[in-house]
């Protein structure tokens, strides 16, 4: 009975470890949330819906904003906090801290291609 006891806590343990939840794995981050309620209707995969040319990928984001190639985060977020043409301003809309993981957020997807 012991040995069969034994045997079922190691399965119960081996599942555990094994079976890691999805949502775990695939946790979408603050600043993907914020840039969804705010950016993607406009910039959804990181493409532009009103200029087509000047989207969120790596390249493009080079050549529009100012200082991108020595500092892409601080380039994003002086875009996202005084906007430019079409682009509204959001330094009213949303606190620092937001503008920051949004900034990060955008500089990771260009990194990896959107």
């Not at 775990?24 to 040319?53: M, R, V, Y």
């Amino acid at each position: 009975m012991r040995i069969l006891l034994l045997i079922l806590l190691l399965a119960i343990a081996l599942s555990k470890l094994t079976f890691i939840r999805p949502a775990l794995a695939a946790e979408t981050s603050n600043g993907a949330k914020i840039f969804d309620a705010n950016c993607a209707s406009c910039h959804i995969g990181g493409g532009n819906i009103l200029i087509s040319q000047k989207t969120l990928k790596k390249e493009a984001l080079s050549k529009y904003l100012a200082n991108y190639d020595s500092d892409s985060i601080k380039a994003i977020i002086y875009q996202v906090q005084n906007g430019k043409n079409a682009m509204p301003a959001f330094k009213d809309k949303l606190s620092a801290q937001e503008i920051l993981e949004i900034a990060t957020y955008v500089s990771q997807q260009a990194e990896q291609g959107w």
